[in-house]
């Protein structure tokens, strides 16, 4: 899906809920409804801060921020479990008008993690927290904190369940049954990219890993040039897939440097990366992207996208294989 701007100052945002193998079959009528039903929610979330003349920071964050409260999605509650049982959440953000950044990761009780990442950008003297340090920054200023319970849904214990059985590390974005081992495979990352009437870009990125994960283990969704990436002076990025590859592939940031250092169009850039570049370094997934001229692409190496874009005060448009 590619969207080019409509008018010079018209604001745009583009959403994704995860990308992978989705099969029309196995999406039933009723799940796929709740799913779109979930997307429009997050684009009129981050639109009414647009159209109302708030910030691209400010729409990413409430766009990001309702697909992290809505369980069907792994970020936020609904997020995967680890090797143990826990629920560890990453994210990031980036501002493209200052290139200012905030991560956290591996954090259990900050309800929406992308607002624990702006405060990271915006009121500490760092780009990343991770652990206990990140929960306790984000508790010192007064971000919504729960139990970690909050975050535990059937659907996602039954995934690690099987995933424990199977002795793998799984990749799954809604936890459908499998039609074969291994074939039902989605990366659930969550994230966001706008431009404001302004001009300025911005986007963020929000996960709740892998299924089964050990060690601690962190993928590219809070790494800044890798999960997400924003400069008014060329695009604004998020990814979705397996975070090593995207992390080997610097993947958001080379969609910068093609439209900036080669001159490619935005849907040119992104499409090399998500079909080329980041399958190269064996992985798979999909980005989206807005430019500095409102242009929207969103691209992806697998069956599907979760994906969504509103412009102005115009209707959302969805779309998922």
Not at 109 to 125: D, G, L, Y
Not at 174 to 195: C, E, I, L, N, P
Not at 213 to 222: A, C, T
Request: proline share 3%.
């Amino acid at each position: 899906m590619t969207k080019t701007a409509q008018a010079p100052n018209e604001p745009v945002l583009a959403i994704h809920g995860g990308a992978g193998t989705i099969y029309r079959a196995s999406l039933t009528p009723e799940k796929e409804r709740a799913y779109r039903v979930a997307l429009a929610a997050s684009l009129a979330a981050g639109q009414a801060v647009l159209v109302g003349g708030g910030t691209a920071l400010d729409a990413v964050v409430a766009a990001v921020v309702s697909l992290e409260d809505c369980p069907l999605f792994n970020a936020g509650r609904g997020a995967v479990f680890t090797s143990d049982g826990r629920n560890e959440l990453d994210a990031s953000i980036m501002d493209g008008a200052t290139r200012a950044a905030g991560a956290i990761a591996g954090v259990t009780r900050v309800r929406n993690p992308i607002r624990a990442a702006r405060a990271v950008m915006e009121r500490s003297r760092h780009v990343m927290l991770i652990g206990a340090g990140a929960e306790a920054f984000a508790e010192g200023q007064g971000l919504d904190m729960v139990e970690p319970g909050y975050f535990h849904t059937p659907e996602r214990w039954a995934q690690l369940e099987a995933a424990r059985a199977s002795g793998r590390v799984e990749l799954d974005h809604d936890g459908a049954s499998r039609q074969a081992a291994g074939s039902d495979t989605k990366f659930g990352t969550v994230g966001a990219v706008a431009r404001d009437r302004h001009g300025n870009l911005a986007a963020a990125t929000s996960t709740g890993g892998v299924t089964n994960k050990q060690w601690g283990r962190v993928g590219d969704s809070p790494i800044i040039g890798a999960g997400t990436f924003a400069d008014n002076a060329t695009v604004a990025v998020s990814a979705t897939g397996l975070g090593e590859a995207f992390m080997r592939a610097c993947a958001a940031y080379e969609v910068a440097a093609l439209v900036g250092y080669k001159g490619l169009s935005l849907d040119a850039a992104v499409t090399e990366v998500a079909t080329v570049t980041v399958p190269r370094y064996g992985g798979k997934g999909g980005l989206i992207a807005v430019d500095a001229h409102g242009n929207v692409s969103m691209r992806f190496s697998t069956s599907g996208m979760y994906r969504g874009v509103v412009r102005g005060n115009g209707g959302p448009e969805l779309a998922i294989h």
